[in-house]
């Protein structure tokens, strides 16, 4: 019914950026919060940033360096990461809270991630 497809991962050097797109796509009414997760080799996932009703929150470790947007007609969720360093390497997942059309409730989609590499 929802997918959610990540793409504009990559390999990039320490200082370079990146951005990710994330886009909802299916049968649904409406969405709520949409946001980023990473999780490392051997770490659990954790928030990297996450978007709803015009307010926008960051883990610390990414404050000043990645800005999370969305554009609700596309039904799409951005993360521009700037100033890049080899502990931001990790799969990247995209978040959504979606409410379909035969629920009442709105539910977490996810989709299946996109790596980025941050390396010299």
């Known amino acids: 019914q929802v997918q959610l497809v990540e793409s504009g991962g990559g390999l990039v050097q320490p200082g370079g950026s990146l951005r990710l797109s994330c886009a909802a796509s299916?049968?649904?009414?409406?969405?709520?919060?949409m946001g980023w997760y990473r999780q490392a080799p051997g770490k659990q996932r954790e928030l990297v940033a996450t978007?709803?009703?015009?307010?926008?929150n960051y883990v610390d470790s990414v404050l000043g360096r990645f800005t999370i947007s969305r554009d609700n007609a596309k039904n799409t969720v951005y993360l521009q990461m700037n100033s890049l360093k080899p502990e931001d390497t990790a799969v990247y997942y995209c978040?959504?809270?979606?409410?379909?059309?035969?629920?009442?409730?709105?539910?977490?989609?996810w989709g299946p991630g996109t790596q980025v590499t941050v390396s010299s």
């Open positions: 978007a709803s009703a015009g307010s926008t």
């Open positions: 978040n959504a809270d979606v409410r379909v059309y035969s629920a009442l409730a709105y539910k977490g989609y």
């Open positions: 299916g049968s649904f009414r409406s969405i709520r919060a």
